[in-house]
């Protein structure tokens, strides 16, 4: 299974791998394999699921014609700019030095306590994801406009803004999962406590709120103002769950949406206001910005299956043990029926962790989560391809197939 699905991480196309003894065969222990007859309509559940949710969602080719043609959605072209091809995050990097020194630069503050919780993870050891996309989207949508590779001061004062408000809402994030670790060290309300931590978080955002008042733009303010309530919205949905298998689904692409793809999608949207007048250019910067979003986050529910928490920088199977049930569980689900319990208790009961990941690596609840996420960044190329060709445009077609291929 493992060596099979190395080929289809990493290769251009993928059939489907001979199933191995389920949990319970001889020489396995753990929950048993489904009968024959029922592991059929049990495949053939997940594929008409395949084919709701993504002709709802991208509205793109058949299921059936994608399923057998994964490079299509896989293998992206070429840079057609015609200049050298540079790395995204080194291009993107450019416009971004002294990133983290300018937002501690919006945390002066005091007591000294208050500013050291609040710098704690502004130390650039990130990836900087967000940051590179929004000055490569305005870079993208500024010489889609005028020919000018140059990003404006207001910009880049986005990239700021978005790394900000993500950096809070993991803060708060990590107070309400009692977390305590995150990018391979402690987290902010493990050191300092939980009731501090609620307050480093709403520091940073009141510090993004001006730095983003001061572009004096009204319509990007409301562009990203959107995104701190999508993220409250999203936090919420992640609270509740749903009983009905499609609602169910539909329940966790749209939270999805709101905790991870609002911010990089409404982010990438305020940047081609600034630069460029036209809405058709706006829409295609909001699409890009929410198809990678979604897709970024669909990989990372993959990786708390299929990495160590040495490579994640933080433990894995989290989500199962908060309750929650991520891509490869609800797909899981259609070939394992019996999961229902675990998921609508939300693995409250001992030893249902346990079984709940086992029942996802003995399904293809994995390979079906990434087959999705291509899906989504197959739709990020359609739209950024519509803007004229630059390196920058170029990149952000790259930096989504890096976005399936990350392993952290």
Known sequence: ?????????????????????????????GPPGPHPAAAVRAQMSCFYLMKSLTSACLNMYSISRLHHT????FCYSKPRSGEKYTDPFQLGRRYLKGLYEDIRKELLISPIELKEMSEYYFDGKGKAFRPVIVVLMAQACNSHYNNSRDVQASQRSIALIAEMIHTASLVHDDVIDDA?????????????????????????????????ARIGNTTVISILTQVIEDLVRGEFLQLGSKENENERFAHYLEKTFKKTASLIANS??????????????????YQYGKNVGIAFQLIDDVLDFTSCSEQMGKPTSADLKLGLATGPVLFACQQFPEMNALIMRRFSLPGDVD????????????????????????????EISKLRPSPERDALIQLSETVLTRDK
């Open 1 to 29: 299974m493992a060596s099979s699905w190395w080929r289809w991480r990493h290769g251009c196309s993928w059939r489907p791998a001979v199933r191995i003894p389920g949990p319970g065969s001889p020489g396995r222990t």
């Open 70 to 73: 994964t490079s299509a959605v």
């Open 180 to 212: 305590s670790s995150r990018r391979g060290k402690h987290t902010v309300n493990k050191i300092w406590g939980e009731k501090k931590a609620v307050l480093a978080g709403d520091l940073i955002l009141s510090a993004a709120s001006i730095a983003l």
């Open 268 to 285: 990438c949207k305020a940047v081609s206001v600034l630069g460029c007048p036209d809405p058709v250019v706006h829409e295609i910067a």
């Open 355 to 382: 079984r709940a990941r086992q029942y996802v690596l003995q399904s293809d609840g994995v390979q079906q989560t990434t087959y999705l996420a291509q899906r989504y960044c197959h739709e990020a190329v359609r």
